[in-house]
């Protein structure tokens, strides 16, 4: 009786709520938060939720099969201590960064490829091959070595002094890919942590592009 009850008053509460969301003016991340305002490449860019209620998700995102490997569902922790956020951790560090806090960054892990369809704006595209390396810890190259340096020391803000890696003034990294099945960025958290990033300065956001776009935030391409 008392779940006949409570499903007999769902169809009331939903037509009590819907003319309001039908008939809203703007569509908010949450009740009290409207928009973000970011940086991506210099310009000035705001976050927020999409107005069109018939909108769907992307082609690119629509599929449900992909073969693994290597598109395999990733687990919701990949490290101990490494947090896995969602998206309003995200807007929350990308206004950080944009109110210039120099400290933390957020990281497309994808291909260049990728980005072109899109991506988070304030965030910065890191390939993740570019600081990928193999179990035994090398590059099949000097170039691929050097790169993957350069990345940690100019764009995360560790510093290598003796052959190695200080890790005190790097920044808090915030890394995503295309979504749960996506292994672009686990892969590089994984690598990270092994080379002594610390773990409470790396955060995950597992659900990528696909989350981002199946509720309607704002993307951008280069």
């Known amino acids: ?15 009590l709520f819907a003319p309001a969301l039908v008939g809203a003016a703007d569509n908010k991340i949450t009740p009290a938060l409207a928009t973000v305002e970011v940086t991506h490449n210099g310009e000035k860019i705001t976050i927020s939720r999409g107005h069109d209620l018939s909108a769907t998700l992307p082609e690119v ?5 992909r073969g693994c490997p290597p598109f395999c569902v990733q687990p919701m922790t990949l ?12 807007l929350d560090m990308l206004k950080r960064a944009a109110e210039g806090d120099e400290n933390v960054l957020v990281v497309d892990s994808r291909t260049p490829d990728w980005v072109m369809r899109g991506t988070i704006p304030g965030s910065v595209n890191v390939p993740w091959d570019k600081i990928s390396q193999d179990t035994a810890g090398t590059f099949e190259t000097p170039t691929e070595a050097d790169t993957m340096e350069h990345i940690l020391n100019d764009e995360f803000g560790a510093k290598k002094t003796n052959g190695n890696w200080d890790f005190s003034g790097a920044k808090t990294l915030v890394l995503f890919c295309n979504g749960i099945w996506c292994p672009q960025s686990s892969l590089n958290i994984h690598t990270l942590v092994e080379l002594g990033y610390p773990a409470d300065k790396i955060k995950w956001y597992r659900g990528g ?3 981002w776009v199946s ?7 280069p």
Do not use: H, N, S
């Open 1 to 15: 009786m008392t779940y006949r009850i409570a499903f007999a008053a769902l169809p009331l509460a939903m037509a």
């Open 61 to 65: 995102f629509q599929k449900t099969d």
């Open 79 to 90: 490290a101990p201590g490494v947090e896995t956020v969602g998206e309003l951790e995200v």
């Open 209 to 211: 592009m696909q989350d």
């Open 215 to 221: 509720v309607g935030l704002t993307t951008v391409k």
